[in-house]
C-alpha cells in the first residue's frame, strides 16, 4: 500500500518534532512536511498536497479551525485532522462544521493515531472517544437552537400579565364588568386591554378571542 502522507502543523516546536519522530516509527506514515503557523502551513499545503494535515487548534494568531477553509482550498484533495488539547464542546463543534475530517485529543496512544490516521485516509470521519459525549451534546444544542430559530413566536409571548388575566376571563365568557370587578380595574381599562389583546393576537373580535383563549386552554389556568 502507498504511504500516507502527513503535513504537521503545529506551533510547539518539540511537541512537533517529538509528534513527527513517533510518526516516523510507523511504515505506512511518511511525514513530507512541517509548519508552525497558519500561513506557513497552507504554503506548505499547497506545495506538498499531503493526503492528512495533522492541524493543532492553537496557532499564533489565528485558531486552526478559522485556517481550515484555506487549507482546503489549498490542497482539496487533503484531509485535515484536529489534533488538540482542547476538549471544549464549542471547539469540536466549530472544527467539524468548517470541514475538519477529525477531532482528535494530544492524550492519544500512538497506535491509536495511526490506526484514526489510516480510518481518516480511507474516508471516516474519527473523533477522540473522551469526546463523543461532548459530540452528542453539540449536536443535540445545535438541533435545539435550530428548532427554536425555525419555530414562529407564540402571539401569546406578547401578552403583558393583565392581558391575559383578561383573556382567561374572556375565555369564561365574562362581560367587562364583569371581568372589572374580577380584576379589580375600571371596565374601560377592561376595554383597552380587549383592545391590545385583539391586535396582538391578530383577531377581530372578542368572540374570536374566547376561541382562541379556550383552543389554547387559557380559562384553565
Known amino acids: 500500500m502507498p504511504p500516507i502522507r502527513l503535513l504537521v502543523v503545529d506551533d510547539h516546536t518539540l511537541f512537533r518534532r517529538g509528534l513527527i519522530a513517533l510518526l516516523s516509527q510507523h511504515d505506512r506514515l511518511q511525514v513530507v512536511g512541517e509548519a508552525g503557523d497558519a500561513g506557513e502551513a497552507q504554503r506548505r499545503a499547497a506545495e506538498l498536497q499531503p493526503d492528512i494535515i495533522l492541524l493543532d487548534n492553537h496557532l499564533p494568531g489565528v485558531r486552526g479551525v ?29 472544527a467539524l462544521r468548517h470541514g475538519a475530517h477529525g477531532y482528535l485529543l494530544k492524550t492519544i496512544d500512538s497506535d491509536d493515531l495511526r490506526a484514526a490516521i489510516e480510518r481518516c485516509v480511507g474516508g471516516d470521519s474519527v473523533v477522540s472517544p473522551d469526546m463523543m459525549p461532548k ?72 368572540v374570536q378571542a374566547a376561541v382562541f383563549a379556550s383552543e389554547r386552554g387559557i380559562a384553565l389556568n
Open 135 to 206: 459530540l452528542v451534546a453539540a449536536f443535540q444544542n445545535a438541533n435545539a437552537t435550530a428548532g427554536a430559530a425555525t419555530r414562529p413566536p407564540d402571539p401569546l409571548d406578547s401578552l403583558s400579565p393583565r392581558e391575559r388575566d383578561t383573556l382567561r376571563q374572556l375565555a369564561r365568557g365574562a362581560s367587562n364588568k364583569e371581568i372589572a370587578r374580577q380584576l379589580d380595574i375600571a371596565e374601560t381599562t377592561v376595554k383597552i386591554h380587549v383592545q391590545h389583546i385583539l391586535r396582538k393576537l391578530h383577531l377581530s373580535s372578542r
Open 66 to 94: 478559522d485556517a481550515l477553509p484555506g487549507l482546503k482550498e489549498a490542497a482539496p484533495d487533503a484531509r485535515v485532522m484536529m489534533l488538540t488539547v482542547s476538549e471544549d464542546e464549542a471547539d469540536l463543534a466549530s
